[in-house]
């Protein structure tokens, strides 16, 4: 079946690295998404990779995909009080309209 | 106004009221969604519109009632809901549909059904 799994919550102090981890079921994903939902608003699409690479950088945002585990991270460099949100994993599946989401893990950054 | 827009963004409501929820994108998309998120739940897509016509209800209950008039706005009509339908609704757009997910979303409209 279709199931995007991540934890919860993590914490990380102002000016480390944040990882945010996420494990997927289905193998024919055509893309995988990061968004984040800030309090009271919708969610915003950070970025996304095409399963059939490896990793995509941007500015501080790096995304690594692991196929063969079916794993993707979100690696936030220099995290900063303005990443505080809930950080959603998604997969689209080929000819499907439906994005599957994950719960969400919540980012708290302590000072 | 730009992006994606719901109103209203707060709505509480009895279980035999009807309401409607309304959401207007201004980005010239051909495909429209309404998603429902609850507290420790994914997110869950319940109708896609692409060019005003239906193309997608994943079992929804026929208490939610969707229309699409043209392909920049989306309405929710709700009648004698339940309690467990409290939740936020979002709205989505994309340039098409299967559109590589660059799905832009409102705020939302956070319901409470009394």
């Known amino acids: 079946g279709e199931d995007v799994e991540q934890s919860l919550f993590l914490s990380v102090r102002e000016g480390d690295s944040s990882v945010i981890n996420c494990t997927y079921t289905?193998?024919?994903?055509?893309?995988l998404y990061w968004y984040k939902q800030e309090p009271g608003a919708g969610l915003q699409l950070l970025t996304y990779?095409?399963?059939?690479?490896d990793m995509k950088q941007d500015q501080r945002l790096t995304v690594l995909l692991n196929k063969k585990d079916k794993h993707l991270s979100l690696r936030i460099a220099d995290t900063q009080t303005g990443d505080s949100a809930i950080y959603f994993c998604?997969?689209?599946?080929?000819?499907?309209?439906?994005?599957?989401f994950g719960k969400g893990t919540r980012l708290h950054i302590l000072p | 106004e730009t992006g994606v827009t719901q109103t209203p963004r707060h709505l509480v409501m009895g279980m035999t009221n009807k309401k409607s929820l309304k959401c207007e994108q201004h980005l010239g998309h051909n495909a429209m969604y309404w998603y429902k998120q609850s507290a420790k739940k994914p997110l869950e897509l319940m109708f896609v519109y692409s060019l005003e016509e239906r193309v997608e209800n994943n079992s929804v209950p026929s208490r939610f009632s969707p229309e699409c008039p043209n392909s920049s706005h989306l309405f929710l009509h709700l009648h004698t809901l339940q309690p467990e339908d409290s939740a936020l609704y979002l709205c989505a757009s994309s340039q098409e549909r299967l559109s590589r997910g660059e799905q832009f979303f409102g705020p939302g409209t956070r319901l409470t059904v009394l």
């Open positions: 289905d193998s024919s994903s055509t893309y």
């Open positions: 990779i095409f399963s059939n690479m």
């Open positions: 998604a997969e689209s599946i080929l000819g499907d309209d439906k994005i599957i």
